[in-house]
């Protein structure tokens, strides 16, 4: 069976900006511990910032930071002893509610949660991969005798970074950090620190969502390899409608056109392209049906690019896309949809539809 393992998800669109994996250096902290060092300065905001909700997805324009010109080797740092720490609670692309919050911690708290940051352990000077994460997060004003606010940002999803410009990112997705952090949160976001259930905001009845529509493709997609590295020419990709729940395809479809990527390592660098009929279509739309949402907060190794893309066509000639990674994660995604695990059920019915050369992936 295959592992249940979690990695970055392959989206694009409004979900590929939430998508959040730290694969740069921008993101990556020395492997030393924290230790101390110079905090950034931001103005805590009087009111929680707007927020939209255009094409299904929720976003709070205007509230990025402005970029810091000078990059520092010193990871993310505030001062002790703050009088008051101001958050401002944004929620993700999925959020059934889109509304952002603003709250105000008294000098206690606020203490403790700036001890629980100079406690984090360093982010790894390298290559991160992470979960899915739809951008929910919470931004720290940490404010001082001085009268000067002393910033953090927390991601509450993917990696779950602390970070700040121009300074070395974090690990927030400590049990001691996030139960620290916990008693400033409103209702909405105290699932994501450990106050509430495990799983994303999820309507009900959002195992019965919308698909995907995409026309699948008459060809593979061309590949090339250079300096060893199998690579896939970029090809049009659905476009996300909504965020409306969990990856979904409907029921009895007539057929299934799938596309199999092949790895960045792999000795054979071509796509292969497989058109099969009713029943192997049937029961991978069932098994996409009945497969349990992706948990949050978990990690995974590397993904090396192997994939299958599933384009399920039915009796109306609409063509319902999914997209199930073959390492890392495992995932079953979609373009603004949240991701479903994959299934011993869907592996053994992609297992009969496989070409040559995937099926080690696929193995029990």
């Not at 707007?50 to 930071?65: E, L, V």
């Not at 290559?127 to 404010?143: H, I």
């Not at 991601?155 to 001691?176: D, E, H, Q």
């Not at 994501?192 to 699948?216: K, M, N």
Request: hydrophobic share 40%; aromatic share 6%; with cysteine.
């Amino acid at each position: 069976m295959m592992a249940r393992m979690v990695s970055p998800l392959r989206m694009t669109g409004v979900a590929a900006a939430a998508a959040a994996v730290l694969l740069s250096s921008g993101f990556a902290a020395q492997a030393s511990s924290s230790g101390s060092g110079s905090p950034v300065f931001r103005t805590a905001p009087s009111s929680a910032p707007a927020t939209t909700t255009a094409h299904g997805s929720c976003t709070a324009p205007g509230t990025s930071y402005p970029a810091t010109p000078t990059k520092s080797e010193k990871p993310v740092w505030v001062d002790g002893n703050p009088t008051t720490m101001t958050a401002v609670w944004l929620p993700g692309l999925n959020a059934t509610h889109c509304v952002a919050r603003r709250t105000v911690s008294n000098a206690a708290l606020a203490a403790k949660v700036a001890k629980a940051i100079e406690r984090a352990k360093a982010m790894p000077d390298e290559p991160v991969p992470c979960p899915f994460s739809d951008g929910t997060s919470v931004r720290l004003y940490f404010g001082y005798a001085s009268g000067s606010d002393e910033y953090a940002d927390v991601a509450l999803n993917g990696c779950r970074p602390i970070s700040a410009p121009g300074r070395a990112s974090v690990w927030g997705n400590t049990t001691g950090f996030e139960k620290t952090l916990l008693p400033a949160a409103p209702p909405a976001w105290r699932s994501y620190l450990g106050g509430g259930t495990a799983q994303p905001q999820v309507a009900q009845g959002a195992h019965r969502g919308r698909p995907i529509s995409a026309p699948a493709p008459s060809i593979a997609p061309l590949t090339h390899k250079r300096h060893g590295v199998c690579t896939v020419e970029p090809t049009a990709q659905p476009a996300p409608v909504g965020a409306d729940g969990l990856v979904w395809v409907d029921p009895k479809p007539r057929r299934v056109v799938a596309i199999w990527l092949p790895s960045e390592n792999a000795s054979n660098c071509m796509a292969v392209r497989t058109n099969d009929d009713t029943l192997p279509a049937t029961r991978i739309a069932a098994a996409v049906e009945d497969a349990p949402a992706m948990p949050r907060g978990i990690f995974c190794p590397r993904d090396d690019g192997s994939a299958v893309r599933l384009y399920l066509t039915y009796d109306s000639g609409v063509d319902e896309y999914v997209n199930v990674e073959l390492s890392g994660c495992h995932t079953v995604s979609a373009p603004g949809r949240m991701p479903r695990e994959t299934t011993p059920a869907l592996v053994t019915a992609l297992r009969k539809i496989a070409p040559p050369g995937w099926g080690n992936y696929l193995d029990d």
